[in-house]
Structures are given as C-alpha cells and as structure tokens.
C-alpha cells in the first residue's frame, strides 16, 4: 500500500491511509495528512448533483482512501448515514433564509450537532483500518471533549466490535443537556469522566496521556492501544469535506447558483476542523470563494487571520458556545502545513513557539495567503443573544448559539465588504442542545429546571423537540466520575482493567 499521508511537520514520516485512520496523530506530535490533495475532474459537480448524500460520501472518499473498496465506503455509508439514523433524508440539508442566504444544517443525527457528521463514519473506517493493518490489540479512543465531541463519539463507537471508548469532558463547560447526553450513554464498551477545569484542561491532559510511553506499555501488555476520535484525525476531517461538496451541489440542483460560480461560507469555529474541511473542498475544487471564520469572543483564530500573530496567551471565557470555547485550535496546524506552501520544517517550528511561549507570527508570504482565502470576526454573548432573537423573530427560523456566533460575523462582514455573494451559514447544533440560552435569548426568565426545559422550547416557538433528546427523559445516568488532570491515567487504567 502506498504511504501517501505524511506528518505536517515532517514530510519524511510517511504513513498509509489505513496507519494514518489508525494512529490519529503523527509519532512526531504533526498532524497526519494526504501527501497529494486530490481534485475533482471537472464534471465533478454535475455528477453529484444526481447523487444521495451516501453516494456523494463514496464519491468524495474514495479519491483519498487507498486500500479502500469503494464497496466497502459503500457500506460504509449506508451504516452511518441510512438505517433513519437521521432525522432528514437530505442528511445535510440546505435551508434558504433569502436570495443570498443558505444555511447548512449539520445537526439531524442521533446527537443534534454536527459532529455526528464525521463521527458516524470514523467508527467503521477505523475497525477496517485496523483489519486491514493487521492489528490484533483492541483499540481504546480516548476523547478530551468540549461538550458535543464526547456525546458523538459515544454515539458512534458504542458497541462497535473491538473498540473501547472513554470520553473525559471539563466540569466547567459544557450544558445541562449535553451532560446528561453523555453521563447516560448506553453501550458496554464505553466510559465517562468529569475533568476539573476547561476544556484545553481536558485536551491537554489527553495530549499527555497518548505521549506518555510507560502507559503505553502498560496497556500494550494488556492488549490494549490508545486512539483519538478527536477532530485531528484525518478520519474526522474527511467526511466533513463531504458536506461542503453536497451543500453545492444542492445550491447548483436548486438553480440558486449558476454552474462555476461561487459561494461563500460562514463557519462557527473552535478547532478548526469544520473550516478546514472547507478549505480541502476548495482546494479539491468545490467553486468556494470566502472562508469565513466565526468565532465567540474567545477570538484567537480572529486575532490571528488579521494580524498573523496567533497569541493564546489571554483570558480564558466560558461563553454561550461552549463547543468553541477553545485557545488552541489544533486543526489550525494542517492549514499551516498548506498556506506555508507545505513546509514541515515552518510548521514544526511555529508549533514550537506555540508549546513554548503560547504564541508565533507567521511570516509575510502566509499572512497574505490566510487573508486572500479567510475573513474573521467575532461574537460575543450579548451579540449572540441579540442574533438568536432576531433570526427568530425576523425569520422565524430558531437556531443555537454557535450558529448565531456565525449569522453575526456574516451580518458584519457583508457590512465591511460589501460582498454579496451567496452565503452559506453552517449550522453546527440544534438549538435544543442549548436551550437556557435560547430561551434567555428570547426574553423567558423562568426556566423549567431539567429536561422538562426541552418541552419548555417547544411551548415557546411551536418548534418540535428532536427525538434524540426527548428520549433522554427515559435513560438513567450510568457516569459520575470526576477527577482532575493529573488523575486522568488512572482512570485510563481503571477503564481497561
Ligand atoms: C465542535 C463544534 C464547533 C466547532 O467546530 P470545529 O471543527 O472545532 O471548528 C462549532 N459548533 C458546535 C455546535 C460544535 O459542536
């Protein structure tokens, strides 16, 4: 098989894409990515356009997964996107709000945010990829989680055959409602554990733990290895590229765009996986113009594409966007690796300073490039609010904090530019995964206390509940550990006892 995906911060580290789905992260810390960015023939488009989402998905991964059947990415798709295990047929259905307005709504699956769009597929493309590398120890994934990730990942990995799956999710920062999503996650494979602290708490505990070599080895003796589900894996990254194909597709299907022109899009982001994934669909050859990326007042990622000084050394805030609240975006690294024209020895040394100071300026040729594809703003709670209220009593279209972080930074772009291309609004949660604030949002004071606040939303704005979430009033909690950073590794050997 052909070793046709490297690390970003050395070319020479070359794995295959079944060693890449397996391992996560590169052994030199890098990220693992396609040693040869593919693009689509130029009837790409119009062929998809005739196809279902699952058929899109086989189109769109077969080009990076060698070793990969294209029946078997059929099957694939069939488990993770048929079988009703979404709530709309589209998959990823395009909404039109106005003439140059679309929103992508990434968030009918069996959690409600849009993580199940990778996270349904990275289970099965993960147990093939061990197959397939012969590999007979049982994997364990490990999962730092800002609320939505863990909730997925636990979804999609329960009882999944030779998979092991704990998730440790920051005390401080996540909902009532996605607490409760995964302290009663059903399955025999899986765990959960509270973290004191933040979520960059949480992550950089589990960085730590798949770097930590005595534990390794531990578990190698009981025949177990570590494994991230988190969104640096090249396996979370590829089936969101899907969705930005499929959202053109159906704009062109539609006649809401003309053949070749372009649109813009708007992305709530944290780690930066969701993004990227639009600019790999760019580069594959997707007709997008403007990256625009949203952020919370957390505004890292804004700071950096104005001014090319990435600086994570500010004041942490626990916002209304918790899936965002987010310092260190990891995936940040693999547009790097891109913009730098594919410099390993750059990236390798910007993420040194990164470990070191908290902070690196990238240089000139890089700044003009992030500025040519990306536009950057921000949010912050009151503003989201605001947003919430607006859509709702201007639209009557109901949407969740982050996708108001992203409705605001594209009311103030399109302000600034002038730029009226068509938009597209991705929508990453359901707004009944957040609903003390939106119902705040709206002007309701007093909250019904538990799960009966779900039923709350709905009296409010005639808006049904999803059913994933309603049927959590029948599931008992099954998780009540909580330990702090430095207990992580024994409750890793706890759980693989
Ligand atoms: C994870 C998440 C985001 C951020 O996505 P990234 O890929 O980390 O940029 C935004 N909104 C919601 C609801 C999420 O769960």
């Given at each position: 098989?052909?070793?046709?995906?490297?690390?970003?911060?050395?070319?020479?580290?070359?794995?295959?894409?079944?060693?890449?789905?397996?391992?996560?992260?590169?052994?030199?810390?890098?990220?693992?990515?396609?040693?040869?960015?593919?693009?689509?023939?130029?009837?790409?488009?119009?062929?998809?356009?005739?196809?279902?989402?699952?058929?899109?998905?086989?189109?769109?991964?077969?080009?990076?997964?060698?070793?990969?059947?294209?029946?078997?990415?059929?099957?694939?798709?069939?488990?993770?996107?048929?079988?009703?295990?979404?709530s709309s047929?589209?998959?990823?259905p395009v909404v039109k709000l106005d003439d140059s307005t679309y929103c992508l709504e990434?968030w009918h699956?069996?959690?409600?945010?849009?993580?199940?769009?990778?996270?349904?597929?990275?289970?099965?493309?993960?147990?093939?990829?061990?197959?397939?590398?012969?590999?007979?120890?049982?994997?364990?994934?490990?999962?730092?989680?800002?609320?939505?990730?863990?909730?997925?990942?636990?979804?999609?990995?329960?009882?999944?055959?030779?998979?092991?799956?704990?998730?440790?999710?920051?005390?401080?920062?996540?909902?009532?409602?996605?607490?409760?999503?995964?302290?009663?996650?059903?399955?025999?494979?899986?765990?959960?554990?509270?973290?004191?602290?933040?979520?960059?708490?949480?992550?950089?505990?589990?960085?730590?733990?798949?770097?930590?070599?005595?534990?390794?080895?531990?578990?190698?003796?009981?025949?177990?290895?570590?494994?991230?589900?988190?969104?640096?894996?090249?396996?979370?990254?590829?089936?969101?590229?899907?969705?930005?194909?499929?959202?053109?597709?159906?704009?062109?299907?539609?006649?809401?765009?003309?053949?070749?022109?372009?649109?813009?899009?708007?992305?709530?982001?944290?780690?930066?996986?969701?993004?990227?994934?639009?600019?790999?669909?760019?580069?594959?050859?997707?007709?997008?113009?403007?990256?625009?990326?949203?952020?919370?007042?957390?505004?890292?990622?804004?700071?950096?594409?104005?001014?090319?000084?990435?600086?994570?050394?500010?004041?942490?805030?626990?916002?209304?966007?918790?899936?965002?609240?987010?310092?260190?975006?990891?995936?940040?690294?693999?547009?790097?690796?891109?913009?730098?024209?594919?410099?390993?020895?750059?990236?390798?040394?910007?993420?040194?300073?990164?470990?070191?100071?908290?902070?690196?300026?990238?240089?000139?040729?890089?700044?003009?490039?992030?500025?040519?594809?990306?536009?950057?703003?921000?949010?912050?709670?009151?503003?989201t609010k605001a947003m919430i209220a607006r859509m709702w009593s201007e639209r009557n279209y109901l949407i969740d904090p982050h996708t108001a972080?992203a409705f605001h930074?594209l009311e103030?772009?399109?302000?600034?530019?002038?730029?009226?291309?068509?938009?597209?609004v991705?929508s990453?949660a359901s707004p009944f995964?957040f609903c003390?604030s939106v119902l705040n949002a709206l002007g309701v004071?007093?909250?019904?206390?538990?799960?009966?606040?779900l039923?709350q939303l709905t009296e409010v704005t005639g808006v049904p509940t999803p059913?994933?979430?309603?049927?959590?009033?029948?599931?008992?909690?099954?998780?009540?550990?909580?330990?702090?950073?430095?207990?992580?590794?024994?409750?890793?050997?706890?759980?693989?006892?």
């Open positions: 098989m052909t070793m046709n995906y490297l690390s970003t911060r050395n070319k020479d580290l070359r794995m295959s894409a079944p060693q890449a789905i397996a391992k996560g992260l590169a052994p030199d810390g890098g990220l693992l990515t396609p040693a040869v960015l593919p693009r689509l023939p130029a009837s790409a488009v119009e062929t998809m356009k005739e196809m279902s989402y699952q058929q899109r998905v086989v189109y769109i991964m077969n080009s990076f997964l060698e070793g990969f059947a294209a029946s078997e990415l059929t099957a694939y798709a069939a488990e993770a996107y048929g079988g009703g295990k979404f047929e589209d998959i990823a990434l699956g069996p959690t409600c945010a849009f993580k199940d769009m990778a996270l349904q597929v990275l289970p099965h493309l993960l147990t093939a990829s061990l197959e397939k590398n012969d590999e007979k120890k049982t994997v364990c994934i490990l999962v730092a989680t800002s609320g939505d990730t863990g909730k997925a990942a636990l979804e999609g990995f329960r009882n999944v055959d030779k998979t092991r799956i704990l998730v440790f999710y920051p005390k401080d920062g996540v909902s009532e409602i996605q607490e409760l999503q995964m302290v009663t996650q059903e399955g025999g494979n899986v765990g959960v554990c509270s973290v004191e602290g933040n979520f960059d708490d949480a992550q950089t505990g589990v960085k730590a733990l798949f770097s930590d070599e005595t534990l390794a080895a531990e578990l190698a003796e009981r025949g177990y290895f570590l494994s991230s589900a988190n969104s640096i894996n090249w396996g979370r990254v590829l089936p969101q590229i899907v969705y930005y194909a499929s959202a053109y597709c159906d704009l062109l299907k539609a006649g809401a765009v003309a053949k070749g022109q372009t649109v813009n899009v708007c992305v709530p982001t944290g780690n930066f996986g969701n993004i990227l994934a639009a600019y790999y669909a760019k580069a594959m050859g997707i007709p997008i113009s403007r990256l625009i990326c949203a952020s919370n007042q957390n505004n890292v990622l804004t700071d950096f594409i104005n001014t090319g000084t990435y600086d994570r050394n500010r004041t942490f805030y626990n916002t209304l966007s918790p899936s965002m609240d987010i310092l260190i975006s990891s995936n940040l690294e693999r547009m790097l690796f891109e913009l730098s024209g594919r410099d390993d020895k750059l990236v390798r040394e910007y993420m040194s300073q990164l470990a070191q100071y908290g902070s690196y300026r990238v240089d000139s040729s890089i700044r003009t490039k992030l500025r040519k594809e990306f536009s950057a703003g921000c949010c912050d709670d009151q503003q972080v930074v103030e772009y399109r302000e600034e530019s002038g730029d009226d291309t068509p938009t597209v991705v990453t995964k003390d004071r007093e909250h019904k206390v538990g799960l009966e606040i039923d059913a994933p979430l309603a049927r959590l009033k029948k599931r008992r909690r099954r998780f009540d550990g909580a330990v702090d950073k430095a207990a992580m590794k024994g409750s890793v050997l706890d759980f693989l006892k």
